[in-house]
């Protein structure tokens, strides 16, 4: 079982849509949780932090669930320029590692 | 531009041939991170240097690949005898590490390696 699994899609929605992502984790020892946008070959890019009381940036929401382990993203009025890879992100601290461990992506193509 | 540069952007290279990629983090970032990505995945951790310590070496990092940091700026990654699985998109990422607060990684470019 992946680490970070995610449903790789893609979504295709029509601009102005809401669309939701998920994903969930395995380890219980996570600590920090963060989306990562990827557009086609290029690097990842931070999009946003993912806290425990859920928090908003602009169109954006994210959302954990540590007890279910499970972290969302919410994009309302969906633009074409948020086609992308989204990637969901978690960080283990306590167990000393500091890399990120990144789940497979998942594809967003808004349409007009 | 004061981000993550990585060079070269492309390499293609012969099988067996050896193959060198150089990261330049943020200037100032104590943390220095190597990660491989393959079409249709996430990237995959390989390395994390704190200054020029390297402190995590992932499994994935055979004992063909080596990994330096010597002056605590610049990272060099190579891989020796390359086979075709090498290839891949390799990802160089840098970030400020302080006690207590949250540590954001910031990547570079990558560079696509192709091995025929």
């Known amino acids: 079982r992946k680490e970070v699994e995610q449903d790789p899609g893609p979504f295709n929605v029509p601009e102005g849509a809401t669309v939701a992502f998920n994903c969930t984790y395995s380890?219980?020892?996570?600590?920090?949780f963060f989306w990562y946008r990827q557009d086609c070959r290029k690097e990842p890019k931070l999009l946003m932090s993912?806290?425990?009381s859920g928090n908003e940036d602009g169109r954006f929401t994210a959302q954990l669930n540590r007890a279910s382990q499970y972290i969302s993203l919410l994009i309302r009025d969906s633009k074409l320029s948020d086609s992308a890879t989204y990637l969901c992100?978690?960080?283990?601290?306590?167990?000393?590692?500091?890399?990120?461990?990144f789940g497979s992506g998942t594809r967003l193509q808004v349409q007009p | 531009d004061t981000g993550v540069s990585q060079n070269p952007r492309h390499k293609i290279t012969k099988r067996g041939q050896n193959v060198t990629f150089r990261c330049d983090p943020i200037?100032?970032?104590?943390?220095l991170y190597w990660y491989r990505q393959t079409l249709g995945q996430g990237p995959e951790f390989l390395t994390y240097?704190?200054?020029?310590?390297?402190?995590?070496k992932s499994r994935l990092l055979s004992d063909r690949f080596s990994a330096e940091r010597p002056k605590g700026s610049f990272s060099t990654l190579e891989i020796q005898r390359t086979e075709q699985g090498d290839s891949a998109m390799y990802l160089c990422?840098?970030?400020?590490?302080?006690?207590?607060?949250?540590?954001?990684?910031?990547f570079g470019p990558g560079t696509r390696l192709l091995v025929l």
């Open positions: 992100v978690v960080n283990a601290l306590d167990t000393g590692r500091r890399a990120l461990t």
């Open positions: 200037s100032e970032h104590n943390r």
């Open positions: 993912v806290y425990s």
């Open positions: 380890n219980s020892a996570s600590q920090s």
């Open positions: 240097f704190q200054n020029e310590a390297q402190l995590e």
């Open positions: 990422a840098s970030s400020l590490g302080l006690a207590g607060t949250q540590e954001t990684q910031y």
